[in-house]
């Protein structure tokens, strides 16, 4: 049985390379690769480059959204990895996003979405702390 409809990853990248986080193409494609290596279904994505820096972008895939707005004057991005099957390797993801942000602190809250009852979703406590470094 399920644990929820979906999982929602809130992925935070801190102390990351600046360089990383500016250019959209660049951004766009770090997406595209966790997207596709993590097993999910890319439908649409839409990016936006910020003047005089930063990124907002969004990949719309069958399974959910992967999302990441950057701000690169603080070597910051807020990532969020939705997905609401369990054949999504969420850790490729991660693996690929690490690789090319190159954060140097993480912090990862991973929330249980749509506990409804009577839907067979086995409820328990939707929100946790992953991790943080």
């Known amino acids: 049985m399920k644990k929820s409809l979906g999982t ?3 992925v935070e990248f801190f ?3 600046p360089h990383t986080l ?3 193409d660049f951004v766009e494609r770090v997406m595209m690769e966790a997207a596709l290596k993590s097993h999910t279904h890319p439908i649409g994505s839409f990016f936006h480059q910020f003047k005089p820096y930063g990124v907002s972008g969004v990949i719309v895939i069958e399974e959910s959204h992967y ?5 690169p004057e603080h070597g910051y991005a807020a990532i969020d990895l939705f997905y609401c099957s369990e054949d999504v390797d969420v850790e490729k993801a991660l693996e690929i996003l690490e690789k090319y942000f190159k954060p140097g602190r993480i912090s990862l809250v991973e929330m ?3 506990l409804l009852r009577g839907v067979g979703v086995k409820a328990e406590q939707p929100l946790k702390l ?4």
């Open 67 to 71: 999302t990441i707005h950057t701000w």
């Open 112 to 114: 249980q979405r749509g």
């Open 15 to 17: 102390d990351c390379d």
């Open 130 to 133: 992953v991790a943080t470094s």
């Open 22 to 24: 500016t250019d959209k």
């Open 8 to 10: 929602h990853l809130i």
